[in-house]
């Protein structure tokens, strides 16, 4: 069966991190680009940040740049999503895609993991 798994969500206070982790199984993920997405509460899910299947090649929302670091470890068959300097606005369901190429139609999507950021 092919899919993704993500992992680490939680509940975190302001100014806090998490690692998240995009895990597939039933593919080589190395085969693909991957992106992290997230969907908060009433509003559409957005693109948070992307990483090409070698590494080589990354980008960011504007809402992440500097905060947020997108990685994979191939031989892992992962992707992991470092959130620093957490805020409240980061609150939503985070879901890892993999797709072709960073910015084409998504091949396969996770199931989602819940990050609310909150004291």
């Not at 939680?10 to 100014?15: A, I, R, T, Y």
């Not at 989602?112 to 909150?118: D, E, I, K, R």
Request: aromatic content about 10%; glycine content about 12%; some cysteine.
């Amino acid at each position: 069966q092919l899919k993704l798994v993500e992992s680490g969500g939680g509940l975190v206070q302001p100014g806090g991190s998490l690692r998240l982790s995009c895990a597939a199984s039933g593919f080589k993920l190395a085969d693909y680009a991957v992106g992290w997405y997230r969907q908060a509460p009433g509003k559409e899910r957005e693109g948070v940040s992307c990483i090409s299947h070698t590494g080589g090649s990354t980008n960011y929302a504007d809402s992440a740049k500097g905060r947020f670091t997108i990685s994979r470890d191939n031989a892992k068959n992962t992707v992991y999503l470092q959130m620093n300097t957490l805020k409240p606005e980061d609150t939503a369901i985070y879901y890892c895609a993999a797709t072709i190429v960073c910015g084409a139609a998504i091949d396969y999507w996770g199931q989602g993991t819940q990050v609310t950021v909150s004291s």
